[in-house]
């Protein structure tokens, strides 16, 4: 069964510093890793979406690398702004069905 | 036009009744998924439909059936509610040759 962790569960950052999210996974047979986001009260909006075969992906200030053989990604966020502050959700995709972490809750403080 | 749409958004019900959300997608997928997320935020499959069929049932209790009438709609009935089903409920779908998943908006259930 796929767990998949995520740390730290929240963090807590001043405007301009550079985030780290954390994500493993225990099974490595994974057909891709996404990170979502989710603002308080509101739906999944989707990220960045990472393919088995890929090491990572970039979307303007948000880099997402995967190691699939170690079960481990990194979601990095880069001059992290106000804006910036929600729930970060890791899920990867195996044996037809999502699995979720339970997220990362970030604030950024201005 | 809305990929994955479910209904009713919010939903604030007394305990005991019976309740259904509906999902409808219109992006022609095979998959069809719902999703629970509980009060700490974490998400859990319930079920996945494909193609009508079903093919995942994560140990929910009997109090909730899931129907798919046809493969653009998976609806959601829940029996019997009780507090502990207050949640928001995500429909999500999934082409049969793709591997990325498309999320509705939720559904906020509160039961009181």
């Known amino acids: 069964k796929q767990e998949v962790t995520q740390i730290p569960a929240a963090l807590s950052v001043p405007e301009g510093e550079n985030l780290v999210l954390n994500c493993s996974f225990t099974?490595?047979?994974?057909?891709?890793l996404q990170w979502f986001r989710q603002d308080p009260g509101k739906g999944l909006t989707s990220l960045l979406l990472?393919?088995?075969?890929?090491r990572e992906q970039t979307s303007g200030r948000l880099n997402a690398s995967l190691d699939k053989s170690s079960g481990r990604s990194t979601l990095y966020i880069a001059a992290s702004q106000p804006g910036d502050s929600a729930t970060y959700l890791c899920?990867?995709?195996?044996?037809?069905?999502?699995?979720f972490g339970a997220g990362t809750t970030v604030t950024v403080r201005a | 036009d809305t990929a994955v749409s479910q209904t009713p958004k919010y939903l604030v019900t007394q305990m005991g009744n019976d309740k259904s959300i509906k999902c409808e997608q219109n992006?022609?997928?095979?998959?069809m998924y719902w999703y629970k997320q509980d009060s700490k935020k974490f998400l859990k499959i319930m079920f996945s439909y494909n193609n009508k069929e079903l093919i995942i049932n994560e140990t929910v209790p009997n109090r909730f059936s899931p129907k798919s009438p046809d493969k653009a709609h998976l609806n959601l009935h829940i029996n019997s509610l009780e507090l502990g089903d207050s949640a928001v409920y995500f429909c999500a779908s999934r082409p049969l040759s793709g591997n990325t998943i498309y999320f509705g908006e939720g559904s906020w259930l509160t039961v009181v």
């Open positions: 099974d490595s047979a994974i057909y891709n």
């Open positions: 899920a990867v995709l195996n044996d037809y069905k999502l699995s």
């Open positions: 992006l022609g997928h095979d998959t």
């Open positions: 990472i393919q088995s075969s890929q």
